[in-house]
């Protein structure tokens, strides 16, 4: 019977397989989403929260470092490229 369908009435199968693999694969997808992956997802975004906390921070550290570069500090990054001057 199924190959009376697909020889003689091509198109019409071939659109009734596809909405139906479609389907199957939506269901499919969506019972996996919600067994892996809003677990997944959850664990992931609290990663990288902790990631910008963590980076935040250093960028405030290093912030406050430079706010207290001494007058020797300058002066080394003087002589550093007195090299590249012609005397």
Same mark, same amino acid.
């Given at each position: ?18 909405? /139906? +693999?479609?389907?199957? $694969?939506?269901? +499919? *997808? #969506?019972?996996? %989403?919600?067994? +892996? &992956? @809003?677990?997944? %997802? &959850?664990? /992931?975004?609290? /990663? ?5 906390? *963590?980076? #935040? ?7 406050? #470092? #430079?706010?207290?570069?001494?007058? @020797? @500090?300058?002066? $080394? ?6 090299? /590249?001057? @012609?005397?």
């Amino acid at each position: 019977m199924l190959v009376y369908y697909m020889y003689h009435r091509r198109i019409s199968t071939a659109i009734v397989f596809m909405i /139906l +693999f479609t389907v199957i $694969e939506v269901v +499919f *997808a #969506s019972i996996a %989403w919600k067994v +892996f &992956g @809003e677990n997944l %997802w &959850g664990k /992931l975004n609290e /990663l990288f929260a902790a990631e910008e906390i *963590a980076a #935040s921070e250093v960028d405030a550290t290093i912030e406050r #470092s #430079s706010q207290y570069n001494t007058d @020797e @500090e300058v002066e $080394e990054d003087d002589d550093d490229d007195a090299y /590249l001057t @012609e005397e």
